[in-house]
């Protein structure tokens, strides 16, 4: 996105929407990709899910809200969200258009950058990852959502190849002259290949969403000890196993609250907290609504 604008009130003071994407990442479906089209502006929706997101404004405005300030988007505009970050969005304009694709990290693999690992552009604090504030940069982001929102709807043949080229081409665009990463991350994305070592944890929460993952279990199915397997997830992913593991349960709940008519008690057992009032806590502070208010909302 290109530039960041103060709020004047915080996002608790707009209404709140459940926003609920229909779809299962996979080993067998390992990306999800979509154009959306809004004829109209839309309320501030908040969105959880288990992949990392790329974005495109290709027509019309949009707003990333990140604490107390507002990421403003307009046509050739990207934004960047890591797996499980929960994140408020809006449309502000009539017909505006985007296209997302959301996957998982072995869709693009550890190598797909040439000297340097992708994660770590999704790694650093939403405010440190790549913009598109240059015109001829943004023109040049315009093009491949362009080309991405061409392949999405006609899916000709090898349609999902070509997705995955257009995203580590658009990606390659935004890091070239990216100055985010601190050198010791930079060193680390480098020489050491990260993604690799993490990924018998990520897949072990991807297969069990509810049941709870202890650090010394992910830990020993990486064949790491404790601290080297923090250590390497922390840069990996940018934020603690304990943190991610926290927000994939937390997404868990919401599905199912949208899905199914459990109570919130039973809800908050099944995605592995303590009780509901451990899930009304968690769930206030990174959606920005109640688990009754988010099934309320997601249901209009």
């Not at 050198?183 to 990260?194: D, E, F, I």
């Not at 099944?270 to 249901?299: C, K, M, N």
């Amino acid at each position: 996105m290109s530039r960041v604008a103060k709020v004047l009130r915080s996002s608790a003071d707009w209404p709140i929407r459940a926003s609920y994407f229909r779809f299962r990442l996979s080993p067998g479906q390992p990306f999800h990709a979509r154009v959306s089209v809004y004829p109209r502006p839309t309320p501030l929706s908040v969105s959880i899910h288990e992949g990392f997101e790329v974005g495109i404004v290709l027509a019309g405005g949009y707003e990333m809200h990140r604490d107390d300030r507002v990421l403003l988007g307009r046509p050739g505009d990207m934004w960047l969200v890591g797996m499980w970050e929960p994140h408020r969005w809006r449309v502000t304009k009539p017909r505006t258009q985007q296209v997302v694709v959301i996957f998982f990290p072995e869709f693009l693999g550890e190598d797909a950058l040439p000297n340097a690992s992708w994660l770590g552009l999704f790694a650093c604090p939403p405010e440190e990852r790549p913009s598109t504030l240059d015109p001829d940069r943004r023109k040049t982001v315009l093009g491949i959502g362009r080309e991405l929102r061409q392949e999405i709807e006609q899916k000709g043949p090898h349609w999902e190849v070509a997705v995955r080229l257009l995203l580590i081409r658009l990606l390659f665009v935004v890091s070239r002259d990216w100055r985010g990463l601190s050198s010791s991350q930079a060193g680390w994305a480098l020489h050491r290949p990260a993604l690799a070592r993490v990924m018998p944890a990520l897949a072990a929460i991807h297969a069990q969403p509810a049941a709870r993952v202890t650090l010394a279990e992910a830990a020993a199915s990486c064949r790491l000890s404790a601290a080297q397997f923090s250590r390497v997830f922390r840069q990996t992913m940018g934020l603690s196993f304990a943190k991610f593991r926290l927000r994939s349960r937390l997404a868990f709940a919401a599905r199912l609250l949208l899905t199914t008519d459990l109570p919130v008690e039973a809800a908050a057992g099944q995605a592995g907290f303590v009780d509901a009032s451990h899930l009304y806590r968690h769930f206030l502070e990174h959606y920005g609504a109640t688990p009754g208010q988010y099934r309320e909302q997601g249901r209009r």
